[in-house]
């Protein structure tokens, strides 16, 4: 029989924590209305309220965050975590993202020395080139990466440290990271395409790190929560 655990996070701070997810996700403008209400739609579901979707504040400011979450370090790191996963989803790295993660952390009171490697990839938005970590990784699939990505190291160290303990956040993480690579595709929620991800273990820098945190996202929800995961492949 499976025994089902209990989160260690408030419904106060999973709000919170789901609402800066789509804060960092809308930061570089990618989403349309449209697409903004789908999200809009998982996110309710999410936090299994009675409301309207579109009563529901779906942005958060980074003091009402740092208010909510608290003053565990823990709880923050693991909130940042996703936040970088999120933002880099795309395999891009944009400077609205770069900024709303600083604000966060400053926020919340965190230093994270791993974060100032992911600068290096940052796109501004106005080339059609990708970031050069991007494209160095890019030209050799399947072989040692280019010594100049050797900068992300301490990055993928401590994304890889990421827990996963509660299933709004779970079921997020597995609606928001596709299943399926190295042919690009689109992420569709309720049927509708959310964004289009490129092919990712060529073009994403952080792709093992996602796909880990997929798998644990995954693996939490069937393994400690005893839910049914096909709906997710």
């Not at 998982?42 to 936090?47: I, K």
């Not at 400077?95 to 600083?102: G, N, P, S, T």
């Not at 069937?222 to 492949?233: C, I, L, P």
Request: aromatic share 8%; hydrophobic share 40%; with cysteine.
């Amino acid at each position: 029989m499976t025994t089902v655990t209990q989160s260690p996070y408030t419904e106060d701070q999973i709000s919170a924590w789901l609402r800066g997810l789509c804060t960092v996700a809308w930061a570089d403008g990618h989403f349309d209305p449209e697409e903004k209400e789908i999200v809009s739609q998982l996110t309710h579901e999410l936090l299994e309220v009675d409301k309207d979707p579109q009563s529901v504040e779906q942005t958060i400011s980074a003091e009402e965050l740092a208010a909510a979450l608290g003053h565990d370090k823990h709880t923050a790191e693991n909130f940042i975590r996703t936040a970088v996963m999120v933002a880099m989803a795309d395999g891009i790295y944009s400077v609205k993202e770069a900024d709303v993660l600083q604000e966060f952390c400053e926020a919340l009171g965190l230093q994270i020395e791993a974060l100032n490697a992911l600068r290096h990839t940052l796109y501004d938005g106005e080339g059609t080139d990708t970031p050069d970590v991007v494209h160095q990784d890019a030209q050799q699939p399947g072989t040692s990466p280019h010594p100049h990505s050797d900068i992300l190291h301490p990055l993928r160290k401590w994304l890889d440290g990421m827990e996963v303990h509660d299933p709004r956040v779970a079921r997020f993480v597995c609606n928001i990271i596709p299943s399926q690579c190295p042919f690009e595709r689109d992420v569709n929620l309720f049927g509708r395409k959310v964004a289009h991800i490129p092919a990712m273990c060529k073009l994403n820098p952080l792709y093992d790190q996602l796909v880990g945190l997929r798998f644990r996202a995954l693996s939490y929800l069937a393994d400690e929560r005893g839910e049914d995961v096909s709906k997710y492949f």
